[in-house]
């Protein structure tokens, strides 16, 4: 029988190590881990093309209550992030709009993922790179049958911004 490795200790330590780095970043760019996850949604759906965003599409994604999107939509626009357009198919809904403000600091964002990546690799061959990510995938995909990343929008992303504010 093989001994226990504690890998769950070891990837919870890991996990939280790149929260607590993200959660100071986001702070020093005037947001909550939550504002940042909305508008990495945000941008990442209006550099992609999608045509207009609401708060129902920001809800289903994440899976939380209208009150709470609410809420994320409020602040950002409060913070000089969105702002929201009189929807011209559906005069009830508001369309959100990324700031110029919004782009910048979602490039920042990406950048600091950038270089926590590059210290998580440090000291790794290319093929230990690879090696490492491929054997995280299976252990994700192991746990919970599935291979899809519930995070999509940070990988690959396009970072150039439209040059005015784009409805989302």
Partial sequence: MREIQHVGRLLR???WAICLDMQKHNESLGLTSSQSFVLGYLTSRTLAGDGAIYAKDVERYFHVKHSSVSGVLQRLEAKGF??????????RCKAILLTQKAYRVHEQILSHIRETEEQIFSGMSDTEQETFLRLLRKA???LT??????????AGMQTEPPEKEVNV
């Fill in 140 to 142: 994700a995909e192991n």
């Fill in 145 to 154: 049958g599935s291979g899809d990343d519930p995070l999509p929008f940070f």
């Fill in 13 to 15: 330590k890991t996990h």
């Fill in 82 to 91: 969105i702002t929201f357009s009189q929807s011209e198919e559906d005069r």
